[in-house]
């Protein structure tokens, strides 16, 4: 975790500086002798931003990216592995029997399957949502080699315009990020009205800061880990372009102030790696 101080030698660093620290190896799911979501198994290294590309192109969930998911996010993402192995955790404190958990834009289904391995929301239909039909079919052939998967049902299915219901836990991990940003109180909103006062949304997404130094210095660190896991400057600012005006980050206040508006009576962040934070939202 950042140690928040306010240091000079800490803010003078650029991306020329080679990086002085090494981040933690982190801890892999629980009773998850494959790691996290049984993703060690998995072969595919993401290498789509290594060559140099003549063009920019958008970023998108296509077959390529499905195809490499689990590596991509497990080294662009600092605590996934706890975020993911702790929604198992948060969701079975409020999964009530016979209702729905939802997982939407729930990839190759890691949350779920930390969900599925929780013996309180066994109970509990667990159905995973997601628009890419790659990411989906990805997903279907993961499941199936895992012995949770058959407790989870995949849906195609856009955020912007579902219906859900009965639900007592909805998670939504690294997706509303990528929601145009005047679309998201609405999905929140419907989230909101699925669920029952005390129930629960898991709400995790790369962040800003108000403070635009302190926001830089954590954006470098975050530059600094995916070095670490591999990429290099090229892949690391080949993918910065793919993303940018494709994955929105708002501040923690713009989320706070949005979950309120949507009707949730109780939010903060339970967890925080550099620029990654994951929410809790009570309804
Ligand atoms: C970064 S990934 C989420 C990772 C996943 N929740 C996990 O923790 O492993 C974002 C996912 O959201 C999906 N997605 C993006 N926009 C969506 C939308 N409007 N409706 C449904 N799924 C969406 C993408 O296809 C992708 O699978």
């Given at each position: 975790m950042l140690p928040i101080v306010a240091n000079k030698t800490i803010f003078a660093m650029t991306d020329q500086d080679p990086p002085n620290h090494t981040f933690p190896q982190e801890t892999p799911a629980k009773g998850d002798d494959a790691g996290v979501a049984g993703?060690?198994?998995?072969?595919l290294r993401d290498e789509l931003y290594a060559e140099p590309m003549p063009e920019r192109g958008l970023f998108t969930f296509n077959e390529a990216v499905a195809s490499v998911f689990p590596d991509m996010i497990s080294r662009s993402v600092p605590g996934y592995p706890t975020v993911i192995a702790m929604t198992g955790v948060l969701a079975a404190r409020h999964a009530r029997p016979n209702t729905n958990i939802y997982d939407l834009g729930?990839?190759?289904?890691a949350s779920l399957l930390s969900v599925a391995k929780e013996p309180a929301c066994q109970n509990c239909q667990l159905i995973g949502i997601d628009n890419s039909e790659a990411m989906l079919s990805a997903a279907r052939n993961h499941l199936a080699?895992?012995?949770?998967?058959?407790l989870i049902t995949l849906q195609a299915g856009d955020i912007a315009d579902l219906q859900l219901t009965n639900a007592s836990v909805v998670i939504m991990n690294?997706?509303?990020?990528?929601?145009?940003i005047a679309q998201r109180e609405a999905v929140l909103g419907r989230i909101r009205k699925a669920l029952m006062p005390g129930d629960l949304m898991i709400l995790s997404e790369k962040i800003t800061l108000q403070d635009n130094e302190l926001n830089r210095h954590l954006i470098e660190l975050h530059h600094d880990f995916k070095r670490q896991q591999g990429y290099s400057d090229l892949e690391i600012a080949q993918k910065r372009d793919a993303l940018e005006n494709v994955l929105l980050p708002e501040t923690r206040e713009a989320h706070f102030d949005r979950l309120k508006r949507a009707g949730f009576s109780q939010c903060d962040v339970w967890f925080q790696c550099l620029n990654f934070a994951s929410f809790i939202a009570i309804a």
């Open positions: 993703y060690a198994s998995t072969q729930c990839s190759w289904g080699q895992l012995p949770e998967g058959k690294y997706t509303l990020q990528f929601v145009p």
